[in-house]
Nanobody, 117 residues
Framework: QVQLVESGGGLVQPGGSLRLSCTAS????????MGWSRQAPGKQRELAAY???????NSAESVEGRFTISRDIVENTVYLQMNNLKPEDTSVYYC???????????WGPGTQVTVSS
């Protein structure tokens, strides 16, 4: 099992930046994939970005060039640096850890990001 705790959400103006953190209860070095998904009110949850155990990253087209995912294996933490935020980025952001099978995925409780002037 993996417990995940997110932090770093908040209210930011359009064009601003935030950095989300997700700290795991165990080593993340061997976790197949860790990432961030987001869910806006009335919409389905969608992938924002992920990083694999090999360090390969991928991000959704909607955030490409603005969001960067990274990790600190020593701190067991994954980060999501979000720049040039837009109102449409307003969502609850959830960290997840996928251990390689359909039943082995764990989610954090989520952190709210609101982009508004």
């Amino acid at each position: 099992q993996v417990q995940l705790v997110e932090s770093g959400g908040g209210l930011v103006q359009p064009g601003g930046s935030l950095r989300l953190s997700c700290t795991a209860s165990r080593s993340i070095a061997g976790i197949t994939r860790m990432g961030w998904s987001r869910q806006a009110p009335g919409k389905q949850r969608e992938l924002a970005a992920y990083i694999t155990t090999a360090g390969t990253t991928n991000s959704a087209e909607s955030v490409e060039g603005r969001f960067t995912i990274s990790r600190d294996i020593v701190e067991n933490t994954v980060y999501l640096q979000m720049n040039n935020l837009k109102p449409e980025d307003t969502s609850v952001y959830y960290c997840y850890a996928w251990l390689g099978s359909i039943t082995n995925i764990y989610w954090g409780p989520g952190t709210q990001v609101t982009v508004s002037s």
